[in-house]
């Protein structure tokens, strides 16, 4: 008898645990299909926003490299001998502080070879644009590898008068007879 009490009860216990583990399969598999079906149903979605990211990426790239060019004080916006802001170098630099949107105030000054020179850039760029500044911001001065494509305005206004001086008068050229008519 004890031996069948204890069949009985092993039997029980391997039914239950069978019962149980096949239930939990099922619920595993429910929630198995149900996300499959959520996430065919969301599809492009989850991808879509990253994509739309990584688009635009490339444009924000483009727009801090242009303001950064913008921005750039070249070697000719100095005075060769003190390292001092020229009169080109102050418009610059005032119209990048008065005149710029707030976000794009930074101004960029062109490395010198010599670190001497670039700091003493750097502190008369950061000396006039605390000066100009309209809203009180400490302007934001930084090197950078750019190097400016601009030239000196004297060598501008040269080549601009000798081209005005060598241009030939507007004149009309002759009249000239019609074929056929009576005049030789």
């Keep these: 008898m004890r031996r069948t009490f204890l069949a009985a009860a092993a039997a029980v ?11 939990v399969c099922c619920d595993d598999t429910a929630t198995y299909v149900k996300q499959g079906y959520h996430a065919n149903k969301l599809w492009p979605w989850p991808y879509v926003c990253p994509d ?4 635009n990426d490339p ?8 303001w950064r ?12 001998d003190t390292n ?3 009169a ?3 418009l610059r630099v ?4 008065t005149q710029a949107p707030p976000d794009h105030r930074s101004i960029f000054v062109e490395r ?9 850039r750097i502190a008369a760029v950061q000396e006039y644009a605390a000066q100009v500044a309209v809203d009180g911001r400490t302007p934001q001065v930084a090197q950078t590898h750019l190097v400016s494509e601009g030239r000196p305005a004297s060598v501008v206004d040269f080549t601009n008068t000798k081209f005005q001086q060598s241009m030939p008068l507007p004149v009309l050229p002759a009249a000239q007879a019609a074929p056929g008519s009576g005049t030789q």
Aim: proline content about 2%; some cysteine.
């Design 13 to 23: 216990v391997v039914i239950a645990s069978t019962r149980q583990a096949s239930a």
């Design 52 to 55: 739309r990211v990584a688009v």
């Design 59 to 66: 444009f924000c790239l483009m727009i801090n490299n242009g």
């Design 69 to 80: 060019r913008q921005n750039l004080i070249g070697a000719h916006h100095f005075n060769p």
């Design 84 to 86: 001092q802001l020229n």
């Design 88 to 90: 080109a170098g102050q």
């Design 94 to 97: 005032q119209w990048t502080m």
């Design 112 to 120: 010198s070879l010599d670190a001497k020179v670039n700091n003493q």
